[in-house]
């Protein structure tokens, strides 16, 4: 702040320039990292980018019953969401910080 109480506009945009950098580095980490859910008790096991993205599905044989798909899909879904919540919780911590920067408002589109 300047005397008179005037928020200075050059230090207000470096810092808006600042979290924006700081915003975009956040999500190119989320981008590229992993995370895993499992279901079953690890007999199925979901990989997702920090983004939310379905990268991999692994399958124990274990897991399927040809008289009994309703369960592996079943599986198949909870392991997903499980990953999918490890993502979510992943952004929080990434992009929470940088988020309340910004007024505490979230990010739109971000499950925060």
Known sequence: ????GQ???Q???KQ??????DLAEAQAELAEAEVEGTAGGGLVKATVSGAGEL????????AVD???????AD??????RDANGAAQQLQQERLGPLAQGLGGGGLPGMPF
């Open 7 to 9: 928020p200075n506009m």
């Open 75 to 80: 599986l198949i879904l909870a392991a997903v």
């Open 11 to 13: 230090q207000l945009l």
């Open 1 to 4: 702040m300047i005397p008179g």
């Open 55 to 62: 990268r991999g599905l692994a399958i124990d044989p274990k």
């Open 66 to 72: 040809p008289e009994d798909t309703e369960t592996l």
């Open 16 to 21: 808006a320039q600042k979290m924006q950098q």
